[in-house]
């Protein structure tokens, strides 16, 4: 079995100020982390993922995050806000290992950028 | 390369009405996925594809969903008859392997049923 916390619905930041989204996750399994990203009227888009390599993972546009088995967390952060940061965002997991794999969302972060 | 595409993207219709939903995955995706957001809860998975063969569908609420993938290409979801609780947005997704790769997700068509 598996699921995902986001632990905010709604983050607010002010422009070129940091960004931290918090994701906690369980798992039976190894898991795969990804998130995702949507902005609105478009389909969802990977950011980044974690599959078994570095914990410190690289995405698009600026994005990290931190994979930590101890704290069972995949936070996703960014230095500096941009207007275009705004979206919804997506903490998603699923098993690392076997061949079919099945994912499981998180409820959602909303992300707003106060100029 | 041409991402996953859905039509349409909304689709307004009365309660007991049929409404099918189309998802064109990427070329040469073997993986097809149904998902399902209602009303900004937390998007869940209703079926999968392996090529033309339902993989799992655990997640089909009801029998009044029928999901198919003739030929292994696009895929179509029918609701039928349409209920209140089956507005959402539906996500349709595609991969290459069965593994942890990353699913391309399409736009999603945005379903209201009153």
């Known amino acids: 079995a598996q699921s995902v916390t986001q632990l905010d619905s709604h983050v607010s930041v002010s422009e070129g100020t940091p960004v931290l989204l918090r994701c906690n996750y369980s798992?039976?399994?190894?898991?795969?982390l990804f998130w995702y990203v949507q902005h609105p009227n478009k389909g969802l888009q990977l950011l980044l993922k974690?599959?078994?390599?570095?914990?410190l993972v690289k995405g698009i546009n600026g994005f990290e995050a931190e994979f930590k088995k101890s704290e069972t967390s995949f936070h996703l952060t960014k230095p500096s806000a941009h207007m275009s940061d705004a979206a919804e965002y997506f903490c998603?997991?699923?098993?690392?290992?076997?061949?079919?794999?099945?994912?499981?969302f998180g409820t959602g972060t909303k992300l707003q950028v106060i100029p | 390369e041409a991402g996953v595409t859905q039509f349409p993207s909304h689709s307004v219709i009365e309660k007991g009405q049929t409404v099918t939903l189309r998802c064109d995955p990427i070329?040469?995706?073997?993986?097809l996925y149904w998902y399902r957001r209602v009303m900004g809860k937390e998007i869940k998975f209703l079926l999968h594809?392996?090529?033309?063969?339902?993989?799992?569908e655990s997640g089909m609420p009801n029998n009044r969903f029928l999901a198919e993938r003739t030929g292994g290409t696009y895929s179509t979801l029918k609701v039928q008859p349409a209920e209140l609780e089956d507005s959402g947005v539906y996500f349709c997704?595609?991969?290459?392997?069965?593994?942890?790769?990353?699913?391309?997700f399409g736009p999603g068509t945005r379903l209201t049923v009153t």
């Open positions: 997704a595609s991969s290459q392997g069965q593994g942890p790769y990353e699913q391309y």
């Open positions: 798992s039976s399994y190894s898991p795969s």
């Open positions: 974690y599959t078994s390599a570095a914990t």
């Open positions: 998603v997991v699923t098993p690392r290992s076997g061949g079919y794999q099945k994912v499981t």
């Open positions: 070329s040469g995706h073997d993986n």
């Open positions: 594809f392996v090529k033309e063969s339902k993989q799992d």
